[in-house]
């Protein structure tokens, strides 16, 4: 039996995956280390390896089989736009996708004006506004902060993630329209789905069963 090899986004979302993987009896012990400088944790008796990588890169890994799978956010998926299967919903880390700004940007937002949009985003945010929005806009790609771009000037709304809205509230700005709602999910390498079914396809009905019972 060869290893299958799961790319994990680094962070809350990669300690979450663990638990699930643990409760379905894919447990790694060498991952709980917290002062391991090691970067690929396994599994000798499940025959499972896990890695962690920046989130922008997981769904890179899994279209290249380079992991066969990999658990990361829906918005990374859809800015990413990388040939896999999204197999399962993880329901965790939900969140919304949205355009957000000072309440007067709503105005200039529906007269289709041609304003500055800041986002981490660029892919999410033109396919909105070019594709379904078809609406002609600036964007510009920031790499963080991104609620500062109206306050400083450089641009009248942002496309960014609202989880709490608390970001969004004590700076004086809030969701002027909605583009989609996200949260974890479960990705496979094309190729993998067809070599390796019959163990994909047990571990996506066992996180079924797992995240149904919860
Ligand atoms: C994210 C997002 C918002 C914030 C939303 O930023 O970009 O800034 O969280 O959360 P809230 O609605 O609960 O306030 P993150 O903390 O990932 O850092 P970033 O500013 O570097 O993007």
């Known amino acids: 039996m060869r290893y299958l ?3 994990l986004a680094k962070g809350r979302l990669a300690k979450k995956a663990m638990e699930i993987f ?3 009896g894919l447990p790694c012990e060498e991952m709980k280390d917290e002062d391991s400088r090691k970067l690929i944790f396994t599994n000798e008796e499940k025959k499972i390896k896990y890695f962690l990588s920046k989130p922008s890169d997981v769904p890179t890994f899994v279209e290249y089989g380079a992991a066969d799978l990999g658990i990361v956010g829906k918005d990374t998926i859809l800015e ?3 040939k ?4 399962l919903d993880l329901k965790t880390g939900n969140c919304k996708m949205c355009v957000c ?3 007067e940007a709503a105005e200039r937002l529906k007269h289709h004006e041609l304003i500055r949009v800041a986002t981490k985003y660029p892919g999410i945010a033109k396919d909105y506004f070019f594709n379904k929005k078809r ?3 600036e964007i510009i790609k920031l790499n963080g902060s991104v609620e500062l771009a109206p306050l400083v000037g450089l641009s009248e709304v942002i496309v960014d993630i609202v989880e709490t809205g608390a970001t969004l509230k004590e700076n004086g700005l809030e969701v002027l329209e909605e583009i989609v709602p996200l949260s974890a999910r479960m990705i496979v390498n094309q190729v993998s789905m067809k070599m390796e079914n019959e163990r994909i396809t047990q571990i996506i009905r066992d996180v079924r069963a797992v995240l149904e019972s919860a």
């Open 84 to 87: 896999l299967f999204e197999v």
């Open 80 to 82: 990413e736009g990388r």
């Open 135 to 137: 609406q002609t806009v």
């Open 22 to 24: 643990e409760k379905i």
């Open 5 to 7: 090899t799961v790319a």
């Open 101 to 103: 700004g000072p309440a």
